[in-house]
Protein backbone atom coordinates (compact mmCIF):
# COMPACT_ATOMS: atom_id res chain seq x y z
CA UNK A 1 0.00 0.00 0.00
CA UNK A 2 3.03 2.36 0.64
CA UNK A 3 3.92 2.16 -2.77
CA UNK A 4 0.65 2.71 -4.33
CA UNK A 5 0.42 6.17 -2.25
CA UNK A 6 4.47 6.98 -3.27
CA UNK A 7 3.18 6.15 -6.87
CA UNK A 8 -0.10 8.60 -6.55
CA UNK A 9 1.96 11.37 -4.59
CA UNK A 10 4.30 11.54 -7.30
CA UNK A 11 1.70 11.46 -10.18
CA UNK A 12 0.12 14.15 -8.11
CA UNK A 13 3.24 16.08 -8.45
CA UNK A 14 2.89 16.22 -12.30
CA UNK A 15 -0.84 16.46 -12.54
CA UNK A 16 -4.05 18.32 -11.78
CA UNK A 17 -5.71 16.32 -9.44
CA UNK A 18 -9.22 16.81 -11.12
CA UNK A 19 -7.79 14.69 -13.91
CA UNK A 20 -8.37 10.75 -14.22
CA UNK A 21 -5.25 8.95 -12.43
CA UNK A 22 -3.39 6.41 -13.92
CA UNK A 23 -2.23 5.03 -10.62
CA UNK A 24 -5.85 4.72 -8.96
CA UNK A 25 -7.27 3.86 -12.87
CA UNK A 26 -5.15 0.64 -12.51
CA UNK A 27 -6.50 -0.41 -9.44
CA UNK A 28 -9.69 -2.77 -9.04
CA UNK A 29 -12.95 -1.36 -7.47
CA UNK A 30 -12.18 -3.82 -4.13
CA UNK A 31 -8.56 -2.50 -4.21
CA UNK A 32 -9.82 1.19 -4.60
CA UNK A 33 -11.81 0.72 -1.13
CA UNK A 34 -8.79 -0.67 0.58
CA UNK A 35 -6.79 2.58 -0.56
CA UNK A 36 -9.55 4.58 0.38
CA UNK A 37 -9.55 2.97 3.44
CA UNK A 38 -5.61 2.75 4.39
CA UNK A 39 -4.92 6.52 3.08
CA UNK A 40 -8.29 7.62 5.77
CA UNK A 41 -6.68 6.10 8.19
CA UNK A 42 -3.47 7.34 7.72
CA UNK A 43 -4.56 10.83 7.06
CA UNK A 44 -6.24 11.11 10.57
CA UNK A 45 -2.98 9.50 12.18
CA UNK A 46 -1.37 12.38 10.58
CA UNK A 47 -3.45 14.89 11.97
CA UNK A 48 -3.41 13.53 15.08
CA UNK A 49 0.77 12.83 15.34
CA UNK A 50 0.61 16.84 13.93
CA UNK A 51 -2.12 17.83 16.32
CA UNK A 52 -0.46 16.35 19.35
CA UNK A 53 2.97 17.68 18.73
CA UNK A 54 2.40 21.28 18.50
CA UNK A 55 -1.10 22.58 18.58
CA UNK A 56 -3.22 25.22 20.14
CA UNK A 57 -7.00 26.60 20.07
CA UNK A 58 -7.59 30.18 18.44
CA UNK A 59 -11.04 31.18 18.39
CA UNK A 60 -12.87 27.97 19.48
CA UNK A 61 -10.57 26.43 16.00
CA UNK A 62 -7.51 23.79 16.80
CA UNK A 63 -4.89 24.99 14.88
CA UNK A 64 -2.08 22.14 14.04
CA UNK A 65 1.34 23.61 13.53
CA UNK A 66 3.41 19.87 12.88
CA UNK A 67 3.55 17.45 10.56
CA UNK A 68 2.32 19.66 7.73
CA UNK A 69 4.03 17.84 5.12
CA UNK A 70 2.39 14.36 5.56
CA UNK A 71 -0.54 15.86 6.00
CA UNK A 72 -1.13 17.73 2.89
CA UNK A 73 0.25 14.39 0.95
CA UNK A 74 -2.28 12.46 2.54
CA UNK A 75 -4.91 15.17 2.09
CA UNK A 76 -4.37 15.35 -1.43
CA UNK A 77 -4.16 11.46 -1.63
CA UNK A 78 -7.53 11.17 0.03
CA UNK A 79 -9.32 13.31 -2.26
CA UNK A 80 -8.12 11.99 -5.65
CA UNK A 81 -9.11 8.43 -4.31
CA UNK A 82 -12.41 10.15 -3.17
CA UNK A 83 -12.62 11.40 -6.47
CA UNK A 84 -12.18 8.17 -8.12
CA UNK A 85 -14.38 6.19 -6.39
CA UNK A 86 -17.08 8.89 -7.26
CA UNK A 87 -16.20 8.53 -10.53
CA UNK A 88 -16.47 4.73 -11.01
CA UNK A 89 -19.66 5.31 -8.67
CA UNK A 90 -17.64 2.39 -5.99
CA UNK A 91 -19.73 2.03 -2.90
CA UNK A 92 -17.23 2.96 0.11
CA UNK A 93 -18.29 1.11 3.69
Given at each position: ??????N?????????I????????????????????????Q??????????????WF??TL?I?????????????????????Q???V???
Open positions: MESLLTLADELLLQDTEPSAVLGSLSDCELQAAYDHILEFALELLIGAHENSDNGVDANHGPIHLLQAAFYAVKLEVARGVVC
